[in-house]
């Protein structure tokens, strides 16, 4: 349970320092970009429930 | 929310459903989790360029992942 509390703080101070710090981020720079990502992710776990 | 968003959503499902189908690797996280956190550091990048938006981030074309940009966009 603890762990996720502290990966998305984590997340978030990580997409934060990148732009404080003006470095590369690992993930889209865009929601739009992020949200896709996520939808491939749902896609794949449906996937994943459909095929058993 | 724009129809091409729309389109952009589904065709993602689509990518995801048919590489779970095909047996092929995902280009994303394959657990909810891990995507989650994925949004949660873009949340983090935009939510700081919010505050500082004064100061002009040079390395968002290295960011990765699909931006939505385009090359014309970029120059």
């Known amino acids: ?52 | 929310m724009s129809w091409k968003f729309c389109v952009g959503l589904s065709l993602g499902l689509a990518i995801g459903l048919g590489c779970r189908w095909l047996g092929i690797p995902v280009p994303a996280p394959p657990m909810l989790v891990g995507a989650s956190l994925v949004v949660a550091m873009t949340s983090g990048y935009l939510l700081a360029d919010h505050f500082i938006a004064t100061r002009p981030a040079h390395h968002r074309p290295d960011c990765g992942g699909p931006s939505g940009d385009t090359q014309e966009t970029r120059t």
């Open chain 1, 1 to 52: 349970m603890m762990e996720l509390m502290v990966g998305p703080v984590l997340a978030l101070a990580i997409g934060a320092g990148c732009r404080l710090l003006d470095i590369p981020l690992p993930a889209p720079p865009k929601l739009q970009g992020a949200l896709l990502v996520l939808a491939m992710t749902v896609g794949y776990l449906l996937g994943d429930r459909l095929l058993g």
